[in-house]
């Protein structure tokens, strides 16, 4: 598999650091609707389960998770909440995607265009990006959360229990590890993991470039930024890019 992005890791820790920006709760709510239209039984729907565990990371209101579970499974009204993939050419060549999840397609659109405007992006055909992507369950684990009891979970143990986990691939991060497989194995690998006694950070499916491309630090700090701004926009799920 390709290397690490490095828009993956900094979207973790922007995310880390804007746990309470105003439209946190707003995003993460349109996530779990639309993980319901499948199903409220959290037992039986992953994705669901999820989407909760992000909220509950979030400290989002039990009775806001609620909410938005009924309005995806449809027992609460309002306007239908739609998924789109943008898909865009960012400055230098860049490929980048970007998930929406909205209640109105139009201003979703608007604001998409306007940030690629000002910022170096264009919108592409469909299907002129996305190839350059592949859909991934991604696991997240910190360094520090990498010990067992019996204090024997170094990190070659660690390693060894991540291959047995089932997943595809990983990679060794400055505060952990990042760990890859096929998104229907997503629940198993993470199932595998905690019961190998490794807490799980994150876990989340992803569009994982497959292969990133290095630009010079000026030419990224270009990519970066319209990455986060497009990140910002209330309707905006998830960004991805292939920024090495």
């Not at 039990?62 to 009924?70: F, G, P, S, V």
């Not at 592949?134 to 143990?157: D, F, S, Y």
């Not at 876990?203 to 970066?224: F, G, M, N, R, Y």
Request: charge should be neutral; charged fraction near 30%.
């Amino acid at each position: 598999m390709s290397g690490h992005s490095k828009w993956s890791s900094i979207k973790h820790q922007k995310g880390v650091a804007d746990q309470r920006r105003s439209n946190l709760f707003t995003k993460i709510a349109n996530t779990i609707s639309v993980a319901a239209r499948s199903g409220g039984d959290r037992a039986m729907n992953f994705q669901l389960r999820l989407a909760i565990d992000k909220a509950k990371a979030a400290n989002m209101p039990k009775d806001r998770i609620e909410r938005a579970i009924k309005r995806g499974t449809g027992e609460l009204g309002g306007a239908q909440i739609e998924e789109n993939l943008y898909e865009v050419y960012g400055p230098s060549g860049t490929a980048i995607l970007v998930e929406v999840i909205t209640d109105n397609k139009n201003r979703a659109s608007a604001e998409i265009k306007a940030a690629l405007n000002r910022f170096g992006g264009k919108l592409s055909g469909s299907g002129a990006v996305a190839y350059l992507f592949a859909r991934k369950g991604e696991i997240r684990i910190k360094n520090q959360e990498l010990r067992i009891k019996n204090n024997e979970n170094t990190e070659e143990k660690t390693e060894e229990e991540i291959i047995n986990s089932g997943a595809e691939d990983y990679h060794k991060i400055d505060d952990g590890f990042l760990i890859y497989c096929v998104p229907a194995e997503l629940s198993n690998v993470k199932n595998n993991l905690q019961n190998a006694n490794l807490k799980i950070e994150s876990a989340e499916l992803v569009w994982h470039p497959k292969t990133t491309i290095d630009l010079s630090d000026d030419e990224s700090q270009k990519v970066l930024k319209l990455l986060e701004v497009l990140d910002g926009l209330d309707d905006v799920s998830s960004v991805s890019s292939n920024l090495g």
